[in-house]
């Protein structure tokens, strides 16, 4: 099968059914390192400060749903 028959093929399934596919497709590709590296920098400044800045005040919160929708509003508008 092609690639573009996949992307056909999972482009067809339902939303949830093409989220946990992705899902699997990301977790089957060797991990690079460079990339690991990238994220265990990005967790330990940026993902850390973030958090201890969420702690400190945590009325900074948005709720999960609100940013779920700002994502896919973005998406939307790519295409």
Known sequence: MSE?????AGMS????ARRRLA???LESVDPDEAFDAAAESWLRTEAAAAYDALK?????A???EDVRTR??????ARS
Do not use: G, N
């Not at 400190?56 to 900074?60: G, H, K, N, T, Y």
């Open 4 to 8: 573009a028959d996949a992307y056909e």
């Open 13 to 16: 399934l339902p939303a949830d």
């Open 23 to 25: 899902l699997r497709l």
């Open 56 to 60: 400190a005040d945590p009325s900074r």
């Open 62 to 64: 948005i709720p999960a």
């Open 71 to 76: 994502f896919e509003a973005k998406w939307v």
